[in-house]
């Protein structure tokens, strides 16, 4: 008999593991409730070749299917980019909305297809369709593409017998997140091609330009000293020029050790921390992290996703520790039967203006309207934060790269000043003495 892997939640949200030897995948399904939990992901395990010849018939055959998969499909190693991946959420639920049946829209969809991904994505679906998997069961084999979010709203339509609406649901969750990383992304573009390219031409100024000012120098002056601002702009451009690579490499290494940084417990709470507090660009991180949370939260408890999941996967898709923190916090006192608000005021993160209208939701029963409500006026702020940033940004790096190219230019013109003040002392001089 195969064995089933799963995962699911307890009466508490709890998350629990295990394994379970029946059937078929819709026994275990069955077998998990009995138990007590919500499933939220059941794999076949890799079945042993005797087991998979002791199943005949047509659920024989679905057997090896899912086997195969178990260990076929996590290495394989494809990603899909998520502006295909929310075209075809919206493809999808337009077929289904218009009365195809999910099989044949999968199929239809796969032959269109592009990417050759996702092509091989859904023909991996389909088959699991036919051998009585469950639409969310299937997308739960494929966690590289279908994130929990995905996977635990379209069992929530399926539960409802409203696929269609959650897959219109989350395709406008998709496009709005996806626009909202638009702007920033675009936003950011012209301050970092500046700043790259005024990097570049500080570079070459230091390699290049100023060693053979140092030169010219040594030739018009004979030996006489060069003002201390010369002397300390001269410095540099030898460190730099002499020891290139190193100075690369020690470039280099800040940045790995920035990146191995972050990646602990500690490093990614600091720097989560500071993106929220961060001059020009912390409100804007901020209020995204506020929109991605309560569109998050709104449209997963809309779709029927029960409230403790829902907080658990927002947790998950955070994005921020910080933020993260709060909605563990906030998964806890609703565990303990309390409300939203008190954590969310105690996190510090969220406004005041977003603690009153959860608690005006949470207190009328209109929590999901009213998330959904909090995140389309704050992806106005993040439109007009994006803007403010942007025009303080320009005349902020205008002056800096002033100042630095006005100073390398100052430092290489002092000599040549000292010069020709020496040049018209000496004429002066000549014309006294005549």
Same mark, same amino acid.
């Given at each position: ?8 939640? @307890? ?13 078929? $995948? ?83 969809? $796969? ?12 023909? @991996? ?52 997140? $996806? ?152 998964? #806890?006192?609703?565990?303990?039967? #309390? ?14 203006? =977003?603690?009153?209208?959860? @608690?005006?939701? #949470? $207190? ?16 106005? #702020? ?16 205008? =002056? ?35």
């Amino acid at each position: 008999m195969p064995t089933f892997n799963y995962v699911a939640l @307890d009466a508490r949200g709890k998350e629990t593991r295990g394994s379970i030897d029946v059937a078929n $995948q819709m026994e275990a399904l069955g077998r998990i409730k009995e138990m007590g939990f919500h499933p939220t992901k059941v794999t076949a395990a890799v079945a042993e070749k005797s087991g998979s010849k002791g199943q005949g018939g047509a659920k024989g055959g679905s057997g090896p299917k899912k086997a195969s998969k178990g260990f076929t499909i996590p290495g394989f190693g494809g990603k899909v980019k998520v502006k295909v991946l929310t075209s075809f959420t919206r493809q999808l639920a337009t077929l289904v909305d218009a009365g195809l049946p999910l099989l044949r829209g999968l199929r239809v969809l $796969q032959k269109q297809e592009r990417s050759p991904v996702l092509k091989r994505i859904l023909g @991996d679906l389909a088959m699991s369709i036919e051998g009585g998997s469950t639409f969310s069961e299937a997308l739960a084999q494929h966690p590289k593409v279908f994130n929990r979010l995905y996977v635990n709203m379209v069992k929530a339509g399926e539960l409802g017998g409203v696929l269609e609406v959650v897959l219109n649901r989350l395709s406008e969750f998709m496009e709005k997140a $996806q626009k909202i990383k638009g702007k920033v992304i675009a936003a950011m573009f012209y301050p970092a091609a500046v700043m790259t390219v005024a990097g570049g031409i500080l570079v070459l100024l230091m390699v290049v330009v100023v060693p053979k000012f140092k030169l010219i120098f040594q030739d018009m002056l004979e030996g006489a000293p060069l003002p201390a601002f010369t002397n300390f702009v001269l410095s540099i451009s030898d460190v730099i020029a002499k020891n290139f690579l190193l100075t690369a490499g020690i470039v280099a290494g800040v940045v790995i050790l920035f990146k191995f940084f972050i990646k602990t417990k500690f490093g990614r709470r600091v720097f989560d921390k500071s993106k929220l507090i961060f001059p020009l660009v912390g409100p804007v991180i901020s209020k995204v992290a506020i929109s991605r949370f309560t569109r998050t939260l709104g449209t997963l408890v809309s779709s029927g996703v029960p409230i403790l999941q829902a907080l658990t996967i927002v947790k998950e898709t955070a994005g921020n520790v910080i933020v993260g923190n709060a909605v563990a916090a906030v998964h #806890e006192s609703v565990k303990e039967g #309390e409300t939203i608000t008190a954590p969310l005021e105690a996190s510090g993160v969220f406004p005041p203006m =977003v603690i009153s209208m959860v @608690d005006v939701g #949470e $207190q009328t029963g209109a929590l999901p309207e009213m998330l959904m409500r909090i995140a389309d006026n704050f992806d106005e #702020e993040v439109d007009n934060a994006v803007s403010a940033m942007t025009s303080l940004l320009e005349p902020i790096m205008i =002056v800096f790269l002033a100042v630095v190219v006005g100073s390398i230019v100052i430092a290489l013109f002092l000599p040549l000043i000292t010069l020709i003040d020496n040049l018209g002392g000496s004429g002066d001089g000549k014309k006294g003495d005549d």
